[in-house]
């Protein structure tokens, strides 16, 4: 374990090094939530003052959290760093090292984003409060099982990410695996609570990662209840457990597969 | 002037043709990089219908006219992807000094290099433009003035990654500006310019020129109005000229790396 800390230390401190190149990244952060922002702001004009239960402060703080925790997410290491190690035969180097590769990738990305997440966090803090003037109503007492939550969204996330990536020892390129999981984040998880659904939809929505990668976490931090809080906990619990021996069988499995030539 | 211009677009056409074949040399990668792309983006059509479910008109726009924002913004940036790739990559090539290969070809220098590459899964983007034209306002005048403006689009596209390309020649971070840039057009694009306040919209006709590759378009086809139609060839052309004054202004400050590369 000891090992995996250095690493994840180690990618830590190299990634301090490239802050401005981190804050300059923000500026696609900022152009899509003005984008949903307007939106929104457009379609609550001369609605009531509900849109499926949520005011519009809860909707636009309901995307900007989604928007927040989808970008502190995202990384090249998880989508491209494994799928080109399998391709160009360089995980044959990664494999004989003293470590677990998949242990060894999920220090790597948790380095590389740590510091990432907490400039998201303040940016998107900060521009939720300039645009509506105020904070989610967070208490104390509900902080713990909040970030929980975040914490397993993310590993849920990092190890569904990895699945689609190794898949490139069957198939050679996987990104278009990443399209379709991203946008399916994307388009029903960032920008729509699950309430705003067909009823008849709703359900297969709880059912599919966005649950547990963005809307829990997000409703939660918008509108806590201890009920919710148990309910997201289980099933990211129940995901966590599920994608995680996905990733290592089909990893196992992968390996097996893998022919290096030459040197 | 003519037979240069015939022969700098037959070089174009077989920098395409064989950027293409390259990218066939996995037919299975590239088959899935162009179906899934079209998956990719239908999956808007969910995120529309949940929007247009909520409210009967955004920003004035019925749900089939958005369909059409939709097409055009995919096709313009398939037809710029397909055909000039590497516009949207100048950066790293002018930071890592490797233009030297394409200085010493005999043709338009800017032309060679912007054309040395495909985007494969481009192609998926065109054909759900067609797809989302056909479905959505299919007609004779309408298809022709969507290729029309696929085209337009994408020209203007691929000159203003020029420009902001072209900054890295002055800039050392300017791959970072210029990605960002051409990001504001893929993103605002796909969204209707009238749920933005005037300064924004403003920003979109002129800094970014969002309004001229899908906007006024989309304009256009829903209402056809020749001096607008005039305007966006006008400023096309405009947009075209000023990218290759700014890419050669700044090739007189490039400097080689004297790194050893082939292009294969």
Known sequence: MRKYLFILKATLMENLQYVWNILLGFITFFMLLFVFMNLWDYIYSDSGNLISGYTKDQM??????????????????????????????????????????????????????????????????????????????????????????????????????????????????????????????????????????????????RATPIFVVTYGPAKLIIDYSSGMAVRVILSQLIYFVISLSFLLFIYQRGVKKLNVNGG | MLTAAKNQFRVILLSLKYNIMREMTNRASFLTNVLFMVLNNATFLIQWQLLFHLKPEIGGYAFHEVMVLWGLAASTYGFSHILFQRAFQLPPLILQGKLDSFLVQPKNILLSVITSATNSSAIGDLIYGYLIIVIFRFSIPNLLLFTLFTILGGLIMAAFAVITGSFSFWLVRGDLLSDNLNNVIVNFGTYPDSIFKSGVRLLLYTIVPVGFVVYQPLHIILNFNLTALLGVIAFTLGICLLAFFLFYKGLKRYTSSNLMSARI
């Open chain 1, 60 to 205: 636009i703080w309901y995307v900007i959290l989604t928007e927040m925790i989808w970008f502190s997410c995202r990384n090249a290491t998880l989508s491209y760093q494994i799928s080109n190690d399998i391709k160009s035969g360089s995980i044959a180097y990664s494999i004989n090292k003293p470590y677990n590769y998949i242990a060894y990738i999920i220090a790597k990305h948790l380095g590389e984003i740590a510091i990432k997440s907490l400039l998201f966090l303040v940016a998107g803090l900060i521009i939720g409060y300039g645009f509506l003037g105020s904070l989610p109503p967070v208490h104390l007492y509900q902080l713990p099982a909040i970030l929980v939550t975040l914490v397993l969204g993310t590993f849920i996330n990092t190890f569904l990410k990895m699945s689609i990536s190794v898949l490139s020892f069957w198939i050679e390129d996987a990104t278009p695996f990443h399209w379709i999981y991203d946008k399916m984040i994307i388009v029903l998880g960032i920008m729509f609570p699950v309430e705003v659904f067909p009823l008849w939809a709703q359900p297969v929505i």
